[in-house]
């Protein structure tokens, strides 16, 4: 996984959320592949290609390589608790987060978010069923908030976005097929949907 650009960004560590149970769909989507590719390695490889550091948000040491640790969920169960590993294991004061069942991450959508972040805590795209927080930033001054609502049981991340200085890109600001950018595969259904249109 070489990054493409002259430098890596330092100041950003690209962070794969992978603590999910996958419940809905009934079996580990990190293991799924389209077009001949596992959705994990879609990730990380947009991350590998941008950011100097990287690593992964949950207690997955099968998917740990020499490079790219696992580090277990403090508050598992949440995409909430995973930012929070997330960010508090990073080393820099923002991280890019990325979940482990998008077929198609853009690295169009990840420039845009990284070039809007100054003087915000969190820039998160906006579509119109609502926000998209698993590809999106979030800086350290995110933590205490995080950590407040977690340890009262409260894991709504939309209840979070409340209590921080928050940017949103909105999908008019998204480069054309920024619908198949953001697609998350959730159930069965969606991947068979998904494996028609390949074909």
């Known amino acids: 996984m070489q990054n493409s650009h002259n430098d890596f960004i330092d100041d950003v560590t690209g ?25 994990i390695s879609k990730s990380l490889d947009l991350l590998c290609r941008y950011f ?6 949950g207690d997955r040491t099968d998917l740990a ?18 930012l929070y590993t997330g960010l508090r294991a990073a080393n820099t004061d923002w991280i890019f ?7 198609y991450p853009d690295s169009q959508i990840l420039e845009l978010l990284l070039k809007q972040r100054d003087g915000f805590d969190a820039v998160v795209p906006r579509i119109p069923e609502g926000y998209e ?7 350290k001054n995110c933590l205490q908030p995080m950590k407040e609502m977690l340890q009262q049981d409260q894991y709504r991340i939309y209840d979070f976005y409340q209590r ?3 940017h949103y890109l909105d ?6 097929g920024w619908e198949r950018s953001l697609l998350n595969i959730n159930t069965p259904e969606q991947l068979d949907e998904l494996r028609k249109e390949l074909r």
């Open 52 to 57: 100097a550091t990287v690593l992964i948000s």
């Open 164 to 166: 921080i200085n928050i």
């Open 97 to 103: 987060v990325a979940p482990c069942d998008m077929p």
């Open 15 to 39: 962070v794969l959320l992978a603590g999910g149970k996958s419940r809905r769909m009934g079996y580990d989507k990190a293991s799924i592949e389209v077009a001949g590719q596992s959705l």
């Open 65 to 82: 390589q020499a490079d790219i640790p696992a580090i277990a969920d403090i508050y598992p169960g949440s995409a909430l608790g995973g």
């Open 171 to 176: 999908w008019q600001q998204m480069p054309d």
């Open 133 to 139: 927080p698993v590809f999106a930033l979030y800086h």
